[in-house]
């Protein structure tokens, strides 16, 4: 068990060194949060410009509903989106009702740009985030994370649960928005 959350540990800190365009969960001693506050996407070829023009097309297509779009007041420089981002909750098993949260986080994606490259920043707001790792008593709470706790529910079910559906909502936006911009489109136009 011990080695099984040691690799995760260990792969969460190496795994960002390789692959810079997707974020990744840092577990610490007190909490459970998104080790990079920023991600760089990089697109040979494509000027800031294009990239700009890309990014606000992709935020019409790809964000279904955003609350708040706020472009820059500098042209092809920067543009901010609000919308809901990842999914987490906690349930602590055989405990009062004060142990159950369940919260779809505030989240900002803020995107700037050069020739060839798009910095993808993220910003989180809600009262659970970050995570905590441990209780009062010093006793593990990763486990806890995720719905319909079992008494004989590990850290690393409770790991794969954040990972599931509070991280990766936002890497599957930045995949959507690499996968757009590559293709310059996501709307067919055979119709």
């Known amino acids: 068990m011990k080695k099984y959350i040691s690799f995760l540990i260990l792969f969460f800190c190496v795994y ?25 996407l990089e697109f040979n070829g494509k000027t800031s ?21 706020n472009t820059g007041s500098i042209e092809d420089q920067f543009i901010r989106i609000n919308f809901n981002g990842g999914v987490a909750n906690y349930s602590r098993f055989a405990c009062n009702p004060g142990c159950l ?9 803020e995107f700037r740009f050069k ?36 008494t004989n529910r590990t850290d690393a079910e ?3 649960f954040l990972e ?3 991280l990766s909502p936002y890497n599957l936006l930045l995949l959507q928005l690499s996968n757009y911009i590559n293709n310059g489109s996501r709307v067919e136009n055979d119709w």
């Open 49 to 69: 410009t294009e990239l700009y023009e890309l990014t606000r097309n992709a935020v019409q297509e790809i964000f279904i509903e955003p609350k708040n779009v």
């Open 16 to 40: 960002p060194l390789i692959a810079q365009s997707s974020f990744s969960l840092d577990v610490g001693e007190e909490f459970i949060s998104i080790k990079e506050s920023y991600v760089v």
């Open 164 to 166: 599931d559906y509070f």
């Open 158 to 160: 409770g790991l794969k």
């Open 115 to 150: 020739e060839g490259r798009v910095r993808v920043d993220l910003l989180i707001k809600g009262i659970h985030y970050p995570f905590e790792t441990k209780r009062s008593n010093g006793k593990s709470n990763i486990k806890y994370y995720g719905q319909m706790i079992q």
């Open 101 to 109: 949260w369940s919260e779809v986080f505030d989240s900002y994606f």
